[in-house]
């Protein structure tokens, strides 16, 4: 079974790769690294931020996995070995015939279309190393892991980092409670030298087996198998979009912070973000139909939200009609594993 890529597709992207542990576009902007994307709605005010989403007529089998995928990001609650299945682009395809999983698909679509989010993986050239926007070659270091610390880059000094890390330790899966800002998640090659580090990790299955954290992935990761399910998010995914919760000012405290909201609704007409079945390119099953918009701060423009594209009255989600989906069981369970099951006394 192929390798199917997560993509974002709109007016923007269409001729342009996208990453993440990232910010959607930061590779193109002219002040990268520095680059924030927030999600629709937020013009800098804070408080609580609502983004409504909504199921097209006719698409109502969307509405449990999608209501599930709501809810898994709404908790906020990074875990590890959140991956079942998951193959690395390098990997090549597992060869199961089992259907797509439609939470995991719709997981990963709303960390783009709601967070503001990219890959974290430098996916155009298929692989799984961290990207940098201006690197003529990465190559795997000592420990032969795409994506971790040790990674070589070339040329340097000069290569723009666009992936964000946590300074103390460039470890893209740690769970603890420290404050995500300016002052501790950085996109600074200097910073990197506090961890003993040649480049900023990547969220992927590589980096989290080399780290001693079996089936852990990044839910931003641009490929997966077939066979793949998410069961939540790792840090990497909700510590980039508390970064970009601390507001215009990047620090935790300040009148900008908000909070996210995202709300499930039943009326199209009140919804920031359209989910709906449509057939797309064979290969593609879901994408993103969105653009950005500038957040004028008056000093320098890094900060932008997720708006609809051109033509659009909402950010529009797009589930391949055409693919063979798992609606009902979303984490093996079909395939007799049931290791994910509370065993009932």
């Given at each position: 079974m192929r390798i199917l890529l997560y993509i974002l597709s709109s007016l923007v992207f269409l001729t342009s790769p996208v990453f993440s542990g990232v910010f959607t576009k930061a590779h193109l902007s002219t002040f990268e690294p520095y680059i924030v994307v927030h999600p629709p709605g937020y013009v800098g005010t804070g408080g609580p931020l609502d983004v409504k989403i909504c199921i097209a007529p006719g698409s109502s089998t969307i509405a449990p996995p999608l209501i599930s995928a709501i809810e898994t990001w709404m908790a906020f609650?990074?875990?590890?070995?959140?991956?079942?299945?998951?193959?690395?682009?390098?990997?090549g395809a597992?060869?199961?015939?089992a259907p797509l999983s439609m939470e995991s698909s719709i997981l990963h679509e709303l960390g783009h279309c709601a967070m503001g989010l990219g890959h974290v993986n430098w996916d155009v050239l298929n692989n799984s190393?961290?990207?940098?926007?201006?690197?003529?070659?990465?190559?795997?270091?000592?420990?032969?892991?795409r994506?971790?610390?040790?990674?070589i880059v070339s040329p340097l000094p000069g290569s723009h980092v666009i992936h964000w890390f946590r300074k103390a330790d460039n470890n893209p899966f740690v769970i603890d409670g420290t404050v995500i800002d300016s002052?501790?998640?950085t996109r600074a090659i200097i910073d990197l030298s506090t961890s003993g580090s040649l480049w900023p990790a990547s969220g992927n299955r590589g980096v989290g087996d080399l780290l001693g954290l079996m089936n852990t992935q990044s839910v931003m990761y641009s490929g997966t198998d077939v066979a793949q399910r998410y069961a939540g998010l790792v840090a990497d995914d909700i510590n980039t979009v508390r970064l970009g919760m601390v507001g215009l000012d990047l620090t935790v405290g300040g009148g900008d912070d908000y909070t996210i909201n995202l709300i499930y609704v039943g009326d199209c007409a009140d919804a920031d973000i359209e989910v709906r079945f449509e057939s797309l390119n064979p290969g593609v099953p879901a994408l993103c139909r969105s653009d950005l918009a500038l957040i004028p701060t008056g000093l320098l423009e890094i900060h932008h939200r997720i708006v609809p594209a051109p033509g659009d009255a909402r950010i529009i989600l797009k589930i391949n009609q055409d693919e063979t989906w798992d609606v009902v069981f979303a984490n093996g369970f079909e395939e007799g594993d049931h290791s994910q099951w509370i065993a009932v006394p």
């Amino acid at each position: 079974m192929r390798i199917l890529l997560y993509i974002l597709s709109s007016l923007v992207f269409l001729t342009s790769p996208v990453f993440s542990g990232v910010f959607t576009k930061a590779h193109l902007s002219t002040f990268e690294p520095y680059i924030v994307v927030h999600p629709p709605g937020y013009v800098g005010t804070g408080g609580p931020l609502d983004v409504k989403i909504c199921i097209a007529p006719g698409s109502s089998t969307i509405a449990p996995p999608l209501i599930s995928a709501i809810e898994t990001w709404m908790a906020f609650s990074p875990i590890t070995q959140n991956c079942e299945g998951c193959r690395l682009w390098e990997e090549g395809a597992s060869g199961s015939t089992a259907p797509l999983s439609m939470e995991s698909s719709i997981l990963h679509e709303l960390g783009h279309c709601a967070m503001g989010l990219g890959h974290v993986n430098w996916d155009v050239l298929n692989n799984s190393f961290t990207n940098s926007r201006d690197a003529a070659t990465i190559t795997a270091g000592t420990d032969v892991t795409r994506g971790s610390k040790d990674d070589i880059v070339s040329p340097l000094p000069g290569s723009h980092v666009i992936h964000w890390f946590r300074k103390a330790d460039n470890n893209p899966f740690v769970i603890d409670g420290t404050v995500i800002d300016s002052a501790t998640f950085t996109r600074a090659i200097i910073d990197l030298s506090t961890s003993g580090s040649l480049w900023p990790a990547s969220g992927n299955r590589g980096v989290g087996d080399l780290l001693g954290l079996m089936n852990t992935q990044s839910v931003m990761y641009s490929g997966t198998d077939v066979a793949q399910r998410y069961a939540g998010l790792v840090a990497d995914d909700i510590n980039t979009v508390r970064l970009g919760m601390v507001g215009l000012d990047l620090t935790v405290g300040g009148g900008d912070d908000y909070t996210i909201n995202l709300i499930y609704v039943g009326d199209c007409a009140d919804a920031d973000i359209e989910v709906r079945f449509e057939s797309l390119n064979p290969g593609v099953p879901a994408l993103c139909r969105s653009d950005l918009a500038l957040i004028p701060t008056g000093l320098l423009e890094i900060h932008h939200r997720i708006v609809p594209a051109p033509g659009d009255a909402r950010i529009i989600l797009k589930i391949n009609q055409d693919e063979t989906w798992d609606v009902v069981f979303a984490n093996g369970f079909e395939e007799g594993d049931h290791s994910q099951w509370i065993a009932v006394p």
